[in-house]
């Protein structure tokens, strides 16, 4: 699942990840993605940081702590590479993989 409200963004990643064999959902706003994840259970949850009102960490602690979602690989992505902001963003987002853009796409058997 693909969290952002970039649209052009959610929907150019979405595009490679089906290509690869995946099945991809999209969100562009956190009611959105929190219903979507609920009704579908993703795996994986690819959520941006810097989304408007309730914000990307707010939707990782969100899906953590719903039952069925609590395992789900949550993999943050943001526009801000610099270190001190990706250290904050971890340390906010125990567990949660952090990847500045661009993102690096490869195949990973963990999809």
Do not use: W
Not at 13 to 38: F, N, Q, S, W, Y
Not at 42 to 47: C, E, F, H
Not at 75 to 103: D, F, H, M, V
Request: aromatic share 6%.
């Amino acid at each position: 699942m693909i969290v952002d409200d970039n649209r052009d963004a959610a929907d150019s990643l979405a595009v490679l990840l089906r290509i690869a064999g995946h099945e991809v959902h999209t969100a562009h706003d956190c009611p959105k993605a929190m219903k979507t994840a609920l009704a579908v259970q993703p795996d994986v949850v690819l959520v941006d940081i810097g989304l408007p009102g309730m914000d990307g960490y707010d939707v990782a602690r969100s899906l953590r702590g719903e039952p069925g979602l609590d395992n789900a690989l949550v993999i943050a992505l943001t526009g801000y590479g610099q270190k001190e902001y990706i250290n904050y963003a971890a340390a906010r987002l125990a567990s949660t993989t952090i990847s500045s853009n661009p993102l690096i796409f490869r195949r990973s058997r963990r999809f």
